[in-house]
């Protein structure tokens, strides 16, 4: 079984930072894609930043420039750290990784971002 913990999120005001971490532990082969999604009430999921095992990222339009998503393989744990916060950036942050077919969710945690 894998085991997704996280850790980092809190309330903040805005233009505050957070940094979130997400470690992954179990019976893990190699971890391919590490991410981290966001959702709001009443909204969809949405994914925030992705990296892959080569270290290509990928992030939301509405995080770019804010966020930056890294890894540390031999910990198995990926990084979301995120700087000048806003209100619109509250949500259940959830990180989420693929190793080998299977995808694995960890429990979510919340950023709050006050005005």
């Known amino acids: 079984q894998v085991q997704l913990v996280e850790s980092g999120g809190g309330l903040v005001q805005a233009g505050g930072s957070l940094r979130l971490s997400c470690a992954a532990s179990?019976?893990?082969?190699?971890?391919?894609?590490m991410g981290w999604y966001r959702q709001a009430p009443g909204k969809q999921r949405e994914l925030v930043a992705g990296i892959t095992s080569g270290g290509s990222t990928n992030y939301a339009d509405s995080v770019k420039g804010r966020v930056t998503i890294s890894r540390d393989n031999a910990k198995n744990t990926v990084y979301l750290q995120m700087n000048n916060l806003k209100p619109e950036d509250t949500a259940v942050y959830y990180c989420?990784?693929?190793?080998?077919?299977?995808?694995?969710w960890g429990q979510g945690t919340q950023v709050t971002v006050s005005s």
């Open positions: 179990g019976s893990i082969v190699s971890i391919n894609f």
């Open positions: 989420n990784i693929w190793a080998g077919p299977h995808s694995y």
